[in-house]
């Protein structure tokens, strides 16, 4: 617990650090090593499976999807179509024995990158709607609402360990993930309610000189309804996760992280969130 909670304060002030100095862009290029790194795992937790994947053409495809998404709006489809071309095409290059081999490989390539690059590519697009002016402030909306998105999927995992470990008895999903609990789920929702009605209230009614809202409406309440939103997506995204673990035989994605796993271990509950969050963006008032 105590290496966990270290590499958790030490990843997220670095995370902090890259966002403060780089805002909008260092946030891009945070997520995009976040997200290249989950889907080279999940690539290897399919190959546990059984569904090699096409690493090279995947990866390569998925590390440019979002820097593209971010630097020319809108092209973000146009780079994963671009990817497929290129991968299906690729299987007339072999040699008649192989061709077999390499198609199989398309499914397992193409699911990963829906399911990581493509889905996490929405942060790019909250921060593209949300907009980067930020008058006098620190940070445009558009930042603070993926921040905000972030930390209420996170907190739903925080409240979920805390409460399920003090008082957590009743097993959720035990052939999936013995560990969690339906007090911790409960726990989990009302953390990020919390913490989704906490953050706009702050700033806007205490620390006023860092986000700038624009015409942008958020209140606390809308904060605290839409984190339980989140809370839903994050709790899905990490049973999934959880699910291919455990068909995989595998307790962690990866080790890259002390005490923590993998990045797919930090970035599963964040992976239905992002399209959860930038849908909810259009039920705000602007």
């Given at each position: 617990?105590?290496?966990r909670s270290f590499s958790t304060i030490l990843l997220w002030g670095l995370v902090a650090l890259v966002v403060y100095s780089l805002k909008e862009t260092g946030a891009m290029w945070v997520l995009n090593l976040c997200a290249t790194l989950t889907l080279f795992e999940v690539y290897t937790i399919l190959g546990r499976l059984g569904y090699a994947a096409n690493r090279l053409s995947g990866l390569i495809t998925g590390g440019c999807l979002i820097p593209i998404s971010y630097y020319f709006e809108g092209y973000g489809v146009d780079v994963l179509a671009i990817g497929a071309l290129f991968a299906s095409a690729a299987c007339v290059l072999f040699?008649?024995?192989q061709r077999g081999m390499y198609i199989k490989r398309l499914m397992p390539t193409f699911f990963g990158l829906l399911f990581v690059s493509f889905l996490l590519q929405y942060f790019v697009r909250v921060l593209q709607i949300g907009g980067s002016e930020n008058g006098n402030c620190f940070m445009g909306f558009g930042l603070f609402f993926a921040l905000w998105i972030v930390i209420v999927a996170k907190f739903s995992d925080i409240g979920a360990l805390l409460?399920?470990?003090a008082?957590?008895?009743?097993?959720m999903a035990p052939?999936?993930?013995p560990g969690k609990t339906i007090e911790g789920l409960i726990g989990g929702f009302a953390a990020s309610a919390g913490m989704g009605?906490?953050?706009p209230w702050v700033f806007q009614e205490k620390l006023t000189e860092i986000v700038y809202f624009g015409d942008w409406i958020f209140l606390p309440s809308q904060g605290a309804l839409w984190g339980l939103l989140l809370a839903l997506s994050a709790v899905i995204g990490d049973l999934i996760a959880s699910v291919l673990k455990r068909l995989a035989s595998m307790k962690d994605s990866g080790g890259a992280i002390p005490g923590i796993g993998g990045l797919f271990d930090l970035t599963d509950s964040l992976i239905l969130a992002a399209p959860t969050g930038y849908f909810i963006l259009f039920f705000l008032q602007k």
């Amino acid at each position: 617990m105590i290496l966990r909670s270290f590499s958790t304060i030490l990843l997220w002030g670095l995370v902090a650090l890259v966002v403060y100095s780089l805002k909008e862009t260092g946030a891009m290029w945070v997520l995009n090593l976040c997200a290249t790194l989950t889907l080279f795992e999940v690539y290897t937790i399919l190959g546990r499976l059984g569904y090699a994947a096409n690493r090279l053409s995947g990866l390569i495809t998925g590390g440019c999807l979002i820097p593209i998404s971010y630097y020319f709006e809108g092209y973000g489809v146009d780079v994963l179509a671009i990817g497929a071309l290129f991968a299906s095409a690729a299987c007339v290059l072999f040699p008649q024995a192989q061709r077999g081999m390499y198609i199989k490989r398309l499914m397992p390539t193409f699911f990963g990158l829906l399911f990581v690059s493509f889905l996490l590519q929405y942060f790019v697009r909250v921060l593209q709607i949300g907009g980067s002016e930020n008058g006098n402030c620190f940070m445009g909306f558009g930042l603070f609402f993926a921040l905000w998105i972030v930390i209420v999927a996170k907190f739903s995992d925080i409240g979920a360990l805390l409460i399920g470990k003090a008082i957590g008895r009743t097993k959720m999903a035990p052939s999936i993930s013995p560990g969690k609990t339906i007090e911790g789920l409960i726990g989990g929702f009302a953390a990020s309610a919390g913490m989704g009605a906490l953050l706009p209230w702050v700033f806007q009614e205490k620390l006023t000189e860092i986000v700038y809202f624009g015409d942008w409406i958020f209140l606390p309440s809308q904060g605290a309804l839409w984190g339980l939103l989140l809370a839903l997506s994050a709790v899905i995204g990490d049973l999934i996760a959880s699910v291919l673990k455990r068909l995989a035989s595998m307790k962690d994605s990866g080790g890259a992280i002390p005490g923590i796993g993998g990045l797919f271990d930090l970035t599963d509950s964040l992976i239905l969130a992002a399209p959860t969050g930038y849908f909810i963006l259009f039920f705000l008032q602007k």
